[in-house]
Each structure stands twice: as C-alpha cells, then as structure tokens.
C-alpha cells in the first residue's frame, strides 16, 4: 500500500490550496457579480460573508482534514459511518460533473489564445463565438449533431496536462507545479491590470466597478449573490481542501492557513475586477456607449466582450494571447485539485496505487468532457453547472456544516486548531475563547442558516419557471439526474468494504 503523500513544504500546500480556489470565476465572474449587486457596497457583505461562512468553512475543511489524515469520504466516515456518502457525493458530482465541463471551459481559452493571434473573431465575436461551438437552438438541445473537433484536441491536451501534474504525486507533481504556475498566474495578472488601468476610458470602468450603491445593501439578493460567490471561489463543498490538508505536517497552523487561503483568494479576485472593468470603460469611451451597454455576465465577458476589447486595444494581440493564457493557467491550478480530491479518496478507500488511479480517472474524464463538446454543448454545460453549483455544492456545505457542528461537535476540532497555534497565557485564552468560539457559532448556526436560505430562494425561482428557459426535460435528466445519479453512486461507493488505509 503507498504511503500518503505529504507537502514539501507548507509554501507549497498554500500556492496549491490558493490555487485551487483561484480559478476562472474569479476573473470574470466576480466583477460581473459586484457590478449587478450595488459596486463598491457590495463588498460589505462579501466581506461578511468571507468572515461569516466562507474563511469558517475553510477552516472547518482544513481542520477536518488535517485531523483525520484523509480525504473527505473517509473523513466523514471518521465523524459517524453513516455520513461517508457525503463525502463521496461531494467529490462525484465535482469530479463526474463540474471538473468534466471546466477542462472544456480551459479547451476553448487554449482555442482563444490561437485565435488572438489572427483576431480571428473579425467583427462579430457573438456570431464567431456561436460558430466556434457550432451552437443549435436551446430549445432543441436534445439534437446533438457531433463533435467540435478543434475543441476536442485542445480539452485532450489539458486532460493530458493535468494527468502529468497529479500523476507525479503530491511533492513531484502538484506542489512542483504550482510553485510554477501561482508566481506566473500573479504576473500576468498584474501586468494585464495595470495595462488595462492606463487605457482611455479606465477610470470611467473602475468608477462603475468601486461605486457603492448603498440601496442594494438591503436587497436580500445582494446577500444571496455575496455568500454564494464566497462559497464558490473558495472550492468549499468540494472535497478539495479536505484532502489537501490531509497532506500537511502535523504540526502545522490551521488558523494561520485558513485566513491566507481566504483573504488570498479574495484580494486576488477583487483585484482581477479592476483590470476587466477597466477594459469595459476603454470600449465603452471608444464606442460612446455607458458601461451597462457593454457589460456582459459570464462566458460572454470573457469570449464575446473581451474579443471585442482585443480587436480595439494597441498591442490587442498579445493582450489577448496573456489574457486567454492567465484563464488557462488559473483553470489548470482548479482543474488539478478536482482530480486529487478524488484520487485521495479512491486510495484511501481501495489501497490502489496513484498511477493507475490518476490514470483510470483522466481517461473516464476524458469521455465523459465529450458531452459537452458538441453543438449542444453550451446549453448541456449551463445547466449541469447551474444544478451542480446551486443546489449540490450548497446542500454538502449545510450538511457538512450540521454534522461537524452538532454531530461531530466543533469542540474537538477547535482543540485540534489550538494545538498548534503555539499560543500560551492571556492570548491563548483570547483565542480560545473569543475567536474559536464565533467560529463555532457560525458553523453551527451562521452558515447553514444562510445557505439555506440561497437555496430556498433558489428553489422558488426554479418552480416558477423552468431554469433559463430550457426544455423541461433538459432541466430534469441533465440538472436533476445528474445530482440524483451522483447521490445513488455515492451510496453504493460508501457501502463498499475498506482496503485501503486504515480507519483508526
């Protein structure tokens, strides 16, 4: 049986945990968020919620992990044997779900890149973007046609860039890898927003970026949108960062981590938005149009609004080559940690070895992205990304937080947190008593309390209508099943004999 594998050094369990948070949302997704949730005064409860539910959760996870030395299946198992399904469930609907249509996302930043270089996109990058994914109608998104081939290609090589990276293991392939990628991913990251920052127009984005609309702050809404970005730009409900703690030395500072891996994350993507808002003011000052004429939420500010961008900026072509390669980047530091939480449950149930388990998973991966290369491939991706995020990351995050809160109870693992604070007197009964005893309170009562109430609010508005519009059908086999399909998997995963490591 392998040995579990451990971090070189605690620099390299944070590049890889910060990477796993920092991902392709956090560049395009978050400025989009804070535009429609009230700008500047949207950050108040982001931050809350940061504190709130995000860095408690995170802390839980690491906690958790680094306890248990295991990964989130076998974590649970630890707390009561009848909640090992939750930890399988997490990291199958992320695994066999999300991590199968993100490489597709990475596919076609790789495509973008190549495109960048010839402008390819002409005039119209809407239209060339639908041609490129040789999009149908929505309505008909049972009508599948074939596949993209140049997509095809490009989701192979990232399939084939992430088994290289977690083949070689913890220390030889994800560590040495982020070490790598983190420094590279901050450059270009700065290096395109203070590009952006001195265009024509800049200080007009990053005016409509920053400035608060304080009547927002009472929109129920705004709340919504602050703790369901926290939640997932930070990986939590994943699997993920259960299993990365599982690999740190004994003695290290779970605290310490937890707020570098949380503010670390945040500051990166609040600074990321200053460079796309920037770029939306250069166009809008270039075209005579307001902000919210060229704003656009999602995959369509990065591969229609930014093209556009690209094909009006000086230097528009290496522009976009460093833009599509930051997303490319930022997606393979998340893509990598998907497989490894998965990976470390497989070996920590079964006793498998890495190799043929990294492997097995790249290669099922591999097909399974297929769907969602084809020309319903947009529409297929919409809709298991909105079920996946909304309703399956959420419900593990209140479970998660219940049966760590009130089963398991949090006392035990603040004791663990505690251990190794190195604290003592006055400032160790500070800590003790102040800090971990608000971190116990929003775990049991805090978050679960409002992720619950995202997804009843997100229930009422999926009753009333179906998801965006979509055949009924469509939203039931593709968003429905697939959380349905992954739960029975989960069950029967659970209720298969230990081989692997050791419970006790």
């Known amino acids: 049986m392998e040995q579990r594998g451990k971090w070189g050094t605690n620099l390299g369990f944070l590049l890889a945990a910060i990477g796993s948070a920092v991902g392709l949302g956090n560049i395009w997704r978050f400025p989009y968020v804070a535009y429609e949730n009230g700008g500047?005064?949207?950050?108040?409860?982001?931050?809350?919620?940061?504190?709130?539910?995000?860095?408690?959760?995170?802390?839980?996870?690491?906690?958790?992990?680094?306890?248990?030395?295991?990964?989130?299946?076998?974590?649970?198992?630890?707390?009561?044997?009848?909640?090992?399904?939750?930890?399988?469930?997490?990291?199958l609907f992320v695994m066999f779900g999300i991590e199968l249509y993100y490489i597709v996302i990475i596919g076609w930043c790789a495509n973008y890149m190549r495109f960048s270089l010839t402008m390819a996109w002409g005039d119209d990058p809407n239209s060339f973007f639908n041609e490129f994914l040789a999009t149908g109608d929505p309505g008909d998104i049972w009508g599948v046609t074939g596949l993209q081939w140049s997509i095809v290609i490009a989701v192979a090589l990232v399939w084939l860039i992430n088994w290289g990276i977690t083949y070689g293991g913890i220390q030889k392939g994800i560590e040495r890898a982020v070490k790598v990628m983190m420094p590279i991913l901050l450059l270009v990251t700065v290096a395109i927003v203070v590009w952006a920052l001195f265009l024509e127009?800049?200080?007009?984005?990053?005016?409509?970026?920053?400035?608060?609309?304080?009547?927002?702050?009472?929109?129920?809404?705004?709340?919504?949108?602050?703790?369901?970005?926290?939640?997932?730009?930070?990986?939590?409900?994943?699997?993920?960062?259960?299993?990365?703690?599982?690999?740190?030395?004994?003695?290290?500072?779970?605290?310490?981590?937890?707020?570098?891996?949380?503010?670390?994350?945040?500051?990166?993507?609040?600074?990321?938005?200053?460079?796309?808002?920037?770029?939306?003011?250069?166009?809008?000052?270039?075209?005579?149009?307001?902000?919210?004429?060229?704003?656009?939420?999602?995959?369509?500010?990065?591969?229609?609004?930014?093209?556009?961008?690209?094909?009006?900026?000086?230097?528009?072509?290496?522009?976009?080559?460093?833009?599509?390669?930051?997303?490319?980047?930022?997606?393979?530091?998340?893509?990598?940690?998907?497989i490894e939480a998965f990976t470390a449950a497989v070996q920590d149930k079964f006793g498998f070895g890495r190799r043929k388990v990294v492997t097995?998973?790249?290669?099922?991966?591999?097909?399974?992205?297929?769907?969602?290369?084809?020309?319903?491939?947009?529409?297929?991706?919409?809709?298991?990304?909105?079920?996946?995020?909304?309703?399956?990351?959420?419900?593990?995050?209140?479970?998660?937080?219940?049966?760590?809160?009130?089963?398991?109870?949090?006392?035990?693992?603040?004791?663990?947190?505690?251990?190794?604070?190195?604290?003592?007197?006055t400032r160790h009964k500070v800590f003790n008593y102040v800090v971990l005893q608000l971190w116990m309170y929003c775990i049991r009562f805090i978050t679960p309390v409002a992720l619950g109430i995202a997804i009843v609010h997100s229930l009422i508005g999926e009753l009333a209508t179906p998801y965006a519009g979509y055949p009924i059908s469509g939203v039931i086999v593709l968003g429905v099943g697939w959380l349905l399909v992954t739960h029975v998997f989960a069950f029967g995963l659970s209720g298969l004999p230990w081989r692997g490591h050791p419970l006790d």
């Open 40 to 91: 500047g005064a949207f950050l108040i409860p982001y931050f809350v919620a940061l504190l709130t539910a995000g860095i408690p959760i995170l802390m839980l996870e690491f906690a958790l992990g680094h306890h248990k030395e295991a990964s989130a299946p076998k974590a649970f198992r630890h707390i009561d044997a009848k909640w090992e399904w939750l930890g399988w469930w997490a990291v």
């Open 360 to 425: 097995a998973i790249c290669l099922v991966g591999f097909a399974g992205s297929f769907l969602f290369t084809t020309n319903v491939g947009l529409f297929w991706l919409d809709i298991v990304d909105h079920f996946l995020n909304h309703y399956g990351l959420i419900v593990v995050g209140i479970v998660e937080a219940l049966v760590v809160g009130w089963l398991y109870k949090t006392h035990r693992l603040k004791a663990h947190i505690v251990a190794n604070l190195g604290l003592s007197g």
């Open 201 to 338: 127009g800049a200080g007009k984005g990053v005016k409509h970026y920053v400035t608060p609309d304080f009547n927002k702050i009472t929109d129920l809404k705004v709340w919504i949108a602050a703790y369901g970005q926290i939640f997932f730009s930070l990986s939590l409900g994943f699997g993920i960062m259960i299993a990365y703690s599982s690999y740190l030395s004994r003695d290290a500072n779970i605290f310490k981590n937890s707020l570098i891996v949380g503010f670390a994350n945040s500051s990166y993507e609040v600074f990321a938005g200053f460079g796309v808002f920037s770029i939306l003011g250069y166009m809008a000052t270039r075209q005579g149009k307001e902000i919210g004429d060229v704003v656009a939420e999602s995959l369509g500010l990065a591969f229609v609004v930014y093209p556009e961008a690209i094909s009006m900026l000086p230097y528009g072509r290496l522009f976009g080559v460093l833009f599509f390669f930051l997303l490319a980047v930022a997606g393979v530091s998340s893509s990598i940690s998907i």
